[in-house]
């Protein structure tokens, strides 16, 4: 109903305006000519332009200041909505301590002053949406006392859910209409740009991505993951363990903290490249602004990632590709990497491998021509998935998203410290989970996950072996019928003991079967709790 009102205002607003009025006054061969001086006028009247700043934030708030900030910045022109919104942090004012004591008190059901102790009215950082404060519980929770509590702006959110609404909605009526749309399928598109706004603003799934982030990550000394605490999450509010940090990008103030900038980017890449590689779980969009380094003494150095918006997971094989095609590429053997595309169903069945080939060796060569302190990873890595395109293929958008998220860690890395050797660090740290993932760790995990199946399966071989002899004599005896009465009548006895034995036999040998099975079983147990 609230994007049906929105429409039907948009409408009012642009027939007020008199836009088919405005091309009827226009003269009847100069309309162009007109209309452009027109907008020249307009542009040069400071008066219209404050009256028009004043109703299109409010009929369009996400549209008004994305077309607000391309005006001081038109580099943001190719960058993602995601970017774009937290460009425009500068359009909403902090909520003020009264406003921010209602929001709280709707979101917990009760007055905060029975929750906390002290909050900070001045935020560390304000959004277009949301907000986050420092905050210092009452009594502590999950062991922490002081947390960052991130707090969502209602109002934003509802007219952020209805642009999105009013967009799917235009992308519908222009899909009817034209068949240009229809092909670029504008409705999905809308449809999934709504999703991602949605999923940018669940706090409750981005407390759960911190939450396996913060277990896959546990025993990696170069990274930090807040804790959640749980008990003061809610729909609009997310609260973590609270860490004091400088902001990676921030070069003067990690070397007034001695902070060892070198160290730090590479620490970067290699745990980007672990998180979407090894455990195949990472940020789908990377946010270089929320990357910061914590200046504790107890964890002074890690690096700390507390976004979680939009987050990602590759399946195994997707994973298992990109390692193993990575590797490839590095080692510059295209025919391999060929055939794992193939294998891969990035490329229909007709495509000729030795074709693929040619295409990435005329793509990735030039890579390997310049020095190695000027080489990108994630430019090879964009190849690597693209490169099926002029075959008519295509790979799945997470292993894009994968890519894109190396990319800009790997640009970050540069900015902070521009002689890193990326190119080696990702090279080695892929040749590292390749090696993992096809060595005896690898076959364990494996074994691993097939365990449960095998005990499913090893009580009903007996029984299914039993059941295969029966089927057999029954077959055996089938044929001997066909026989003459006395031939049949002379081997019938001989027949049944060769079976009856032969079951003896496979009774044996399964016996001997589950009891390696169990031995077997047993010693991999003590190898995985030894390695």
């Known amino acids: 109903m609230r994007s049906r009102l929105r429409q039907l205002r948009l409408l009012f607003c642009a027939l007020r305006y008199g836009l088919k009025l405005l091309w009827a006054a226009a003269p009847e061969h100069h309309k162009v000519h007109w209309f452009v001086t027109l907008a020249q006028s ?46 425009i942090e500068h359009f909403e004012a902090p909520l003020t301590p009264e406003e921010l004591r209602k929001t709280l008190r709707i979101a917990f059901g009760k007055p905060p002053e029975e929750l906390f102790s002290w909050i900070d009215p001045v935020p560390v950082h304000n959004g277009w949406c949301e907000e986050t404060h420092v905050a210092r519980l009452a009594l502590p929770a ?52 709504r999703e991602d706004l949605q999923r940018r603003f669940d706090l409750r799934g981005q407390a ?21 605490v749980w008990d003061f999450c809610t729909v609009h509010t997310l609260a973590v363990q609270h860490v004091d940090t400088v902001r990676l990008v921030d070069v003067a103030g990690l070397a007034a903290h001695r902070i060892n900038v070198p160290k730090v980017a590479a620490n970067l890449i290699e745990v980007i490249t672990r998180q979407a590689f090894e455990h195949g779980f990472f940020h789908a969009a990377f946010d270089t602004r929320r990357v910061a380094v914590s200046v504790e003494p107890e964890t002074h ?102 890519q894109r998220a190396f990319g800009q860690a790997e640009a970050l890395a540069r900015e902070i410290h521009p002689d890193i050797d990326a190119w080696g660090i990702a090279r080695d740290t892929l040749a590292d989970i390749a090696r993992r993932d096809i060595g005896h760790h690898g076959w364990i995990k494996r074994l691993s996950q097939e365990l449960p199946h095998l005990a499913q399966i ?12 029966e089927h057999h004599a029954k077959v055996g005896q089938g044929q001997v019928a066909r026989h003459p009465a006395a031939a049949g009548a002379a081997h019938a006895p001989a027949t049944q003991a060769a079976l009856l034995e032969a079951w003896r036999r496979e009774n ?24």
């Open 42 to 87: 307009l542009h040069g009247d400071p008066r219209l332009a404050s009256r028009l700043a004043g109703p299109l934030p409010r009929l369009a708030p996400l549209a008004a200041a994305f077309a607000q900030t391309l005006t001081t910045r038109p580099e943001l022109a190719g960058a993602t909505l995601h970017d774009a919104i937290d460009a």
């Open 142 to 193: 999950n062991n922490h006392q002081t947390i960052t509590l991130r707090v969502l702006r209602t109002k934003q959110i509802q007219e952020v859910e209805d642009d999105a609404a009013l967009l799917c909605a235009l992308a519908r009526w222009m899909e009817r209409f034209s068949r240009a749309a229809r092909r670029l399928q504008l409705r999905t598109l809308a449809q999934t740009l």
């Open 208 to 228: 759960a991505n911190l939450s396996q982030t913060g277990h896959h990550l546990a025993e990696d000394p170069r990274i930090l993951v807040p804790d959640v």
């Open 301 to 402: 150095g890690r690096l700390v990632l507390a976004s979680a918006a939009l987050m990602t997971s590759l399946s195994s094989p997707e994973r298992e590709f990109f390692v193993h095609g990575a590797t490839a590429l590095f080692e510059q053997d295209y025919a391999r990497l060929a055939t794992l595309h193939h294998v891969a169903g990035h490329v229909p069945e007709h495509a000729r491998t030795e074709q693929i080939e040619a295409e990435l060796r005329t793509r990735s060569e030039a890579h390997f021509a310049n020095d190695t302190d000027t080489r990108s990873a994630g430019s090879l890595f964009h190849h690597l998935l693209h490169a099926v395109q002029p075959f008519g293929g295509a790979v799945s958008p997470r292993l894009v998203a994968a």
């Open 458 to 469: 090893a009580p009903r071989v007996p029984q299914m072996l039993f059941r295969f002899m």
């Open 508 to 531: 044996r040998r399964t016996r001997v079967l589950l009891v390696a099975c169990a031995l077997c079983g047993g010693l991999i147990g003590v190898t995985a709790m030894l390695f």
